[in-house]
């Protein structure tokens, strides 16, 4: 069973940084991507950002410039360096990953990110 361990949330003012951390309970390499989503309230979840098997990473528009997804592969983990951080970021932000010739996905608990002054 897969399991994704989301850390790093809290509570951070404007223009600060934070970075998150997913912890996967086996090879990042054996997901064809791993992502980042958040949910607001009362909002749907979004994709923030996604790196692929082969190190592709993507974007949504509003983190670009200020997100980065990385990962340590010796450690099964992926990142979300998080700068310029903003009142509009705060969510719950959650970790994925997929395998295509399954067609399965995977869900971390999810990790709340609070941007206020």
């Known amino acids: 069973q897969v399991r994704l361990v989301e850390s790093g949330g809290g509570l951070v003012q404007p223009g600060g940084s934070l970075r998150l951390s997913c912890a996967a309970s086996?090879?990042?390499?054996?997901?064809?991507?791993m992502a980042w989503y958040r949910q607001a309230p009362g909002k749907e979840r979004d994709l923030v950002a996604r790196i692929s098997m082969g190190g592709r990473t993507s974007y949504a528009d509003s983190v670009k410039g200020r997100f980065t997804i990385s990962r340590d592969i010796a450690k099964n983990t992926v990142y979300l360096q998080m700068n310029s951080l903003k009142p509009e970021d705060t969510a719950v932000y959650y970790c994925?990953?997929?395998?295509?010739?399954?067609?399965?996905?995977?869900w971390g608990q999810g990790t709340q990110v609070t941007v206020s002054s």
């Open positions: 086996r090879s990042v390499l054996s997901f064809n991507n």
């Open positions: 994925n990953a997929d395998v295509s010739f399954t067609n399965s996905q995977y």
